[in-house]
């Protein structure tokens, strides 16, 4: 029986370099000089730090370009609001979703059966989703809806198997 995994990952290697990237550019681009501004990659999140709110901005839309650039989705970064930080500094925390939260688990399983296909069923493991169906076509038709439906997070498909 054909199956296939519905997960949201983040390629973590890819986010580091990004990083690197927009930390380089900072120093090295004229609006940024004195500006102490860098990004910090931690365990799962990512800290922006600037001397104002403005050069900030400036610093995760660089950020935001890199990670484009890199494909990867900004849908795995839940955006924090802008903090103060000592003597008038600006901090922004971005939190990076990997996995399928429970709620959104619940999501995909209504969507797929509200699709209606004959003989595809859906279930949670973990954090992620797997599906199942008698015919290849119908699991074929199941990505194709979920890829174009936004459930406010990155989806890959994983172990296709017939």
Do not use: C, Y
């Not at 800290?47 to 400036?58: F, G, I, K």
């Not at 296909?117 to 992620?128: A, E, H, N, P, Y």
């Not at 076509?137 to 994983?158: S, T, Y």
């Amino acid at each position: 029986m054909p199956t296939f995994d519905v997960v949201s990952e983040v390629d973590l290697q890819e986010v580091r370099n990004a990083v690197d990237q927009a930390n380089r550019e900072a120093t090295t681009r004229f609006d940024f000089k004195g500006t102490d501004s860098t990004v910090e990659l931690g365990d799962k999140e990512l800290v922006l730090s600037s001397s104002t709110e403005d050069r900030l901005r400036a610093l995760f839309q660089v950020l935001q370009e890199k990670l484009v650039k890199r494909s990867v989705s900004l849908k795995a970064f839940d955006v924090g609001k802008v903090e103060e930080a000592s003597r008038g500094a600006a901090r922004q925390r971005l939190a990076i979703q990997a996995g399928i939260s429970s709620d959104h688990a619940k999501q995909l399983n209504r969507f797929i059966k509200e699709l209606g296909l004959k003989g595809v069923s859906s279930q949670t493991q973990g954090d992620q989703v797997r599906v199942t169906g008698k015919k290849r076509d119908d699991l074929q038709a199941v990505i194709a809806a979920l890829k174009e439906h936004d459930f406010g997070i990155p989806l890959q498909f994983d172990n296709f198997r017939d």
